[in-house]
């Protein structure tokens, strides 16, 4: 049996999964990392322009920063990034030059390997943003095939996107990427061999969420028909709507007799610490799921169904769910199938919740669907419904959005910020609000050190020592003693 390597996305896709990608700051990040760079892991899925605004709008920390830390701390592993290829932190579509410049300063911070990921699989928008990443010095490039179901998706589409992924020297591998955990063992059977032909020699790896539990299975099954590399996730930060333990899919690997060459110690050490820090931090672990067949069916992930929910009862309709949710499917093929994967499922549930409510189909129409039907996130899979895309590009709205000026050329920006800014900072001020980058530089360098079993005895001296009539506080337990008195002065023990 052939072996198998592993890919960690604790810190980004598990992060972002069960956390909301606000679970982990740089210290938190920085402290695990040496021992994640001694488990033999293929890559750590560590980064996003999501995951980078969210360092700057809720940690208040420079996420180049945090690149450069982790990289220091763990040089030997890879650090994966993965974008749509023409964004950054912003949904439209950038100017190309400034994107050569995003791929430029993250490979010199230190990310190694890129994830091309076209959310409509536009081959074309693939192979120019693998080329430009290639040519900015990022080292290892991986498109991404992302999996749904849906009446265009088939093994021979699947096969053909692959088939071109292949054709380009700047992609040096390709993974099957299922974000909503929707892939059955049986189409995995016919899936995996199709892709594989398709790619010839080229590594093939697998991403497979257990949103309804179907990502362990998939992975037994993609394993025996040769896929190289399965995605894991460690302790509290796996299972859930996250990725499979990546203990539990070791072992199951090895059962059926396949080589991870892991250093299982130190996985054991990395399981642990996202444990104890979720317990320390207040943080949900990811537990098994149940199969939903309904699932297959409409794809909503959690977060846009919460999402919908909420809407319908500020609408006093929240009794019409099960209208909405039947009405899903019917928009996405009318929108020509996009993958529910951000933000197309918040796109296609809210058109949906607007055509129930409303009463009439269409007639309320967002301005993201307005954008998504005339091309501003890319070329749809399939063709829109061309009666649906008539009634929406013939409003005035539309009209508008259409007109819409182009987005800012580099040469603007330097120009706006001034010829001096730091790439870095431009980068981030080009997309963010500019009182959120003011913010995180004012708070300066990340503060380092993390240890998830202080967490309760620091919260506990830090309100002991706030009360004014204790004039001494002592701690004790076998071997650890700590005193503190009114005058400020400590003993340790």
Not at 339 to 348: G, K, L, R, S
Request: proline share 7%; charged share 20%.
């Amino acid at each position: 049996m052939p072996k198998i390597d592993l890919v960690d996305v604790s810190i980004r896709d598990g992060n972002q999964s069960l956390w909301g990608a606000t679970g982990l700051n740089t210290a938190q990040i920085v402290e695990i990392a040496p021992i994640m760079d001694r488990v033999g892991f293929k890559a750590i899925d560590f980064n996003s322009s999501t995951h980078m605004a969210v360092a700057v709008r809720y940690n208040k920390e420079d996420p180049w920063e945090r690149i450069r830390l982790t990289h220091a701390a763990a040089p030997n592993t890879p650090l994966q990034y993965i974008t749509t290829g023409f964004r950054f932190i912003a949904w439209e579509t950038a100017d190309p030059d400034f994107m050569r410049l995003v791929y430029r300063r993250i490979a010199d911070a230190g990310i190694g390997r890129i994830i091309m990921l076209d959310p409509m699989h536009d081959l074309d928008g693939l192979l120019t943003g693998a080329r430009m990443a290639k040519e900015e010095g990022i080292a290892d490039v991986m498109a991404a095939l992302t999996y749904t179901i849906s009446d265009v998706h088939t093994d021979d589409f699947y096969a053909a996107y692959a088939r071109g992924a292949a054709s380009s020297p700047h992609i040096d591998r390709a993974y099957i990427k299922d974000p909503a955990g929707i892939l059955l063992p049986e189409r995995a059977r016919t899936l995996v061999p199709a892709v594989k032909t398709a790619l010839g020699a080229m590594p093939l790896e697998i991403h497979a969420h257990c949103t309804i539990g179907l990502g362990p299975l998939a992975y037994m099954v993609a394993a025996g028909l040769g896929i190289d590399t399965v995605h894991t996730a460690a302790g509290a930060l796996a299972n859930g709507t996250s990725l499979p333990s990546a203990s539990r899919a070791v072992a199951n690997l090895r059962e059926m007799g396949h080589t991870v060459d892991v250093d299982d110690r130190a996985l054991g050490l990395v399981e642990s610490y996202f444990t104890r820090l979720a317990d320390a931090e207040g943080l949900p672990h990811g537990t098994p799921q149940e199969f939903d067949a309904a699932y297959l069916r409409h794809q909503i992930p959690g977060g846009a169904l919460t999402t919908t929910i909420r809407q319908l009862k500020e609408l006093g309709q929240e009794h019409r769910l099960a209208e909405v949710i039947e009405e899903v499917p019917r928009v996405r093929a009318e929108l020509g199938y996009p993958i529910m994967v951000t933000p197309f499922p918040q796109i296609v549930c809210t058109q949906a919740t607007l055509n129930v409510t409303s009463g009439r189909r269409y007639a309320n129409v967002p301005d993201q669907v307005i954008r998504y039907v005339l091309g501003k996130f890319g070329r749809p899979t399939a063709p829109v419904d061309p009666n649906i895309l008539d009634k929406i590009i013939s409003t005035s709205r539309a009209k508008e959005i259409a007109n819409e000026p182009p987005p800012p050329t580099l040469a603007q920006l330097r120009k706006r910020f001034g010829a001096t800014m730091p790439d870095e900072e431009l980068l981030l001020r080009a997309v963010m609000p500019a009182e959120q980058v003011d913010a995180m530089m004012a708070a300066g360098p990340a503060k380092l050190g993390y240890n998830p079993d202080s967490r309760n005895v620091v919260e506990l001296v830090r309100e002991l020592s706030s009360r004014p009539r204790a004039s001494e506080i002592r701690i004790e337990k076998p071997g650890f003693k700590i005193s503190l008195r009114s005058n400020g002065a400590a003993a340790h023990g």
